[in-house]
């Protein structure tokens, strides 16, 4: 932080040859992002941003299920505001209205995660605009590392 700004990017790995089912989940993570990204304007709500990652999951076959011994699937926000500190206002989850100004910076980091299957989260940082969002970070989707 020689700025004094923030950044926050993620992606997910696998050594070797991933099966179809992780191939599906990746794919499934991805077209959510992209999906969020459709969605993301100033005006926007950031519980709308994160409804679209929750239909497109849904959609795939991908469920989130709560329970005594912890939670599978889609269960945490979609992104979060970004700058003088990791974690700022907005807040794009399913739980906040929050609507998204100009020249704001979020994450947007969609994820899935399944005992037996594994976990995979992608995650960038976007300026919201007027338009489609301005992408801040900027680092490759390969995953499979042979």
Known sequence: TATGYYGDMTRTFLRGRASDAQRA????????????????????????????????????????????????????GTGHGLGLAVHEAPRMSGSIDYTLHGGSVVTVEPGLYYPGLGGCRVEDVVQVTSGAPKPLSRYHYEWELR
């Open 25 to 76: 989940l990746v794919a499934a993570v991805r077209e959510a992002q992209l999906a969020a990204l459709g969605v993301i304007r100033a005006g926007a709500n950031g519980r709308d941003v994160h409804r679209r990652c929750v239909e497109v999951f849904e959609a795939r076959g991908f469920r989130t299920e709560h329970g005594k011994r912890g939670s599978v699937g889609f269960f945490h």
